[in-house]
């Protein structure tokens, strides 16, 4: 049989591809190509992303650390300790960026919930 069209239908592509719940890639469904870390996935809606970015108690001029990657959905920036450290168990093989937390939130990242925990502990100890 030759085809005359070079167009796709959308049965073609829906038995083709398959979407990640995850993350919102695509990707072939036999070939079992995509491997999502969906540890760096939002579930945030944007109303509450703002009201996280807005809750920040600690300064804007601060350095924070987010997570230096081209695929995903990470949303979350990280305190650090004096030696540049996150203060979370963060676990990433991709390397972290460094920039001030308003630049963070310029950019819609929200505040890492667990960082921010303890760091207060800290304080409060202190």
Known sequence: M?????SITAEEIENTFERCPACGTYAVKITDSHYCDNRFT??????ERNQRIAGDPYPGDETVAIVDQFVGDAFAYHELDADNHTLCT???????AYCTRTEAQDDQYAPCQLCQRLRQKREAER
């Open 2 to 6: 030759t085809r005359t069209s070079t």
């Open 42 to 47: 939002s579930s945030l809606t944007d109303t």
């Open 90 to 96: 963060l676990h990433t093989d991709n390397p972290l």
